[in-house]
């Protein structure tokens, strides 16, 4: 197995869109010892401002990535940093993603990410055209990996990869630990128990400011007499 300490010049990045396991293949990496970069809302603007030149001497600062805006320039790292090992995250289904997509954004709001990805702030009423997206990178980086089994590696956690896949790959020894599976999607009983949550705290604001109310007008009337 290879000793990695980060001198040899050897990159990683990830290549799946957000929500395909991202943040558990960084912490893979991050286990590794590997200089990581995830998402950084300033690396994106770079990216939608098209000054990848800067973005690739960021990158050399660092030994692995994943998350946008890194997962859309596994081209420009293959000329610039030869030697570099790429792994497509994926979603056992388009459907499935586009859901992780969902729940995210009712937790982010508007985002600028799906507005320059996918063409609209939020993914709601669009799952025909973000799936279709989703499909497309996925096509173009099979196409562009062909026959560099070395150089390409594909992964589905919910299919059953993990530890062995990504070690095999690089060149580590397997660790010892349970393979982290970061960022889950929330199950029935996770999604019920969030919204009952919501309700509960919606509650406490409006019987508080009932009670402030309340406080207010014997406080005026105190003063009155």
Not at 84 to 92: C, D, G, N, P, V
Not at 133 to 151: G, L, N, T
Request: aromatic share 14%; charged share 30%; with cysteine.
């Amino acid at each position: 197995m290879r000793d990695y300490t980060g001198k040899t010049g050897m990159k990683v990045l990830g290549v799946g869109l957000h929500k395909t396991g991202t943040t558990t293949l960084g912490a893979c990496l991050k286990h590794f010892g590997l200089k990581h970069q995830a998402w950084t809302s300033e690396g994106f603007g770079l990216w939608v401002d098209n000054r990848h030149g800067e973005l690739l001497k960021i990158a050399e600062q660092y030994d692995s990535f994943e998350d946008f805006p890194w997962a859309l320039m596994y081209e420009q790292f293959d000329r610039k940093f030869p030697g570099t090992k790429f792994i497509l995250t994926r979603r056992i289904d388009g459907e499935t993603w586009f859901r992780s997509v969902c729940n995210h954004s009712r937790g982010t709001g508007p985002h600028e990410v799906n507005r320059h990805v996918y063409g609209n702030e939020l993914p709601y009423g669009q799952q025909a055209e973000y799936i279709a997206i989703y499909e497309h990178h996925m096509s173009e980086v099979r196409a562009y990996f062909k026959d560099r089994p070395e150089d390409f590696l594909e992964v589905c956690w919910e299919e059953g990869d993990g530890w062995s896949e990504i070690c095999g790959f690089l060149g580590f020894d397997v660790p010892d630990m349970p393979f982290p599976h970061c960022n889950p999607s929330p199950g029935p009983i996770d999604r019920l128990l969030f919204h009952s949550r919501k309700r509960w705290n919606r509650a406490k604001k409006m019987v508080r400011r009932r009670w402030e109310q309340i406080r207010h007008r014997q406080t005026g009337g105190t003063k009155k007499r």
